[in-house]
């Protein structure tokens, strides 16, 4: 069974919201069989979080409070407010009533250049084009991949078995995306969840800044479909294999393609759809 490897401080779950914990117990009333009964279980919280530089807000994004830092620090790398992680300053988490702020430190000149790129908008839970108003900024050319990484089937088959066991809120509620960094041979190193699954494919690149780790040595699986934003943010963090459990949209497959980055689909069991740059994958 493959283990997850200590990794960088997270904030904890208690924001002192009402409702800012990443899951809360809940009532219901329970139909079956023409019964009904008293249940309870689980449900996944969501919480606005703007991303704030330089005193602005330049989106909203509904998501699951915990791991914020990682989140700030992922989002601000893979929609290009940066070129470099180097670039990304101290990241501070302001609480409200309703939300929270986060506060990332850029340089002047990529706050300066957001800000000309499009106003601040709202985002809902799925949305990856928050803060974007032009198309051009919406699908842009993908940043060109480059990794010696190579992949066995058995990592890719390794990586999915071992996902589930570290979904710990999924496992309570049933409604929430995971993304993990995995190791060559499919030993998973970072996994974070979020009900959107932008979001925790950021959350696990802001992980993989704030701890060090090259991304470009192993490969990321996630639990949706392969939307042409996963492709983007993957490649801009030099991701060179993405591989998720549902099919890729047209757009993402030609994305990756141009960006020399693998993407797997349909990965399921000991299977898998392999639509572009299948010289990663070893033979067995």
């Keep these: 069974m493959a283990t997850v490897e200590p990794e960088p401080p997270r904030l904890g779950a208690d924001l002192g919201l009402g409702y800012a914990a990443p899951q809360r117990r809940r009532a219901w009333l329970r139909l079956e069989g023409g019964r009904a009964a008293p249940a309870e279980g689980s449900v996944a919280e969501e919480v606005p979080a703007a991303l704030v530089y330089a005193g602005r807000s330049h989106a909203v994004m509904m998501c699951t409070p915990a791991d914020l830092e990682d989140l700030a620090v992922g989002f601000t790398l ?13 990241v501070r988490v302001a609480r409200h009533s309703r939300g929270v702020e986060l506060e990332v430190e850029v340089p002047a000149a990529a706050a300066e ?14 949305c990856g084009l928050c803060g974007v108003e032009a198309i051009d900024d919406a699908v842009r050319a993908p940043r060109r991949v480059t990794s010696d990484l190579h992949v066995g089937q058995v990592a890719l088959w390794r990586a999915a078995a071992a996902l589930e066991a570290h979904q710990p ?49 192993g490969f990321v699986v996630v ?35 141009r960006a020399g980055l693998t993407l797997v689909a349909l990965l399921r069991g000991e299977s898998a759809d392999v639509h572009t740059h299948p010289e990663r994958i070893l033979s067995p």
């Design 113 to 126: 250049r957001l800000q000309a790129r499009g106003r601040a908008i709202a985002g809902r839970t799925g």
């Design 78 to 90: 893979t929609e290009g407010v940066v070129e470099h992680a180097a670039e990304i300053g101290p």
């Design 223 to 257: 639990t949706s479909r392969a939307s042409f934003e996963l492709v983007q943010k993957a490649a801009v963090a030099g991701v060179p294999l993405l591989a998720a459990v549902s099919r890729p949209t047209g757009l993402a497959a030609r994305l990756a393609d």
């Design 169 to 217: 809120l999924n496992a309570e509620t049933r409604a929430v995306h995971a993304a993990a960094w995995c190791e060559a041979d499919g030993t998973l190193r970072v996994v974070r969840e979020d009900v959107g699954r932008h979001n925790a494919l950021d959350k696990v690149v802001g992980a993989l800044v704030r701890g060090g780790i090259d991304p470009s040595g």
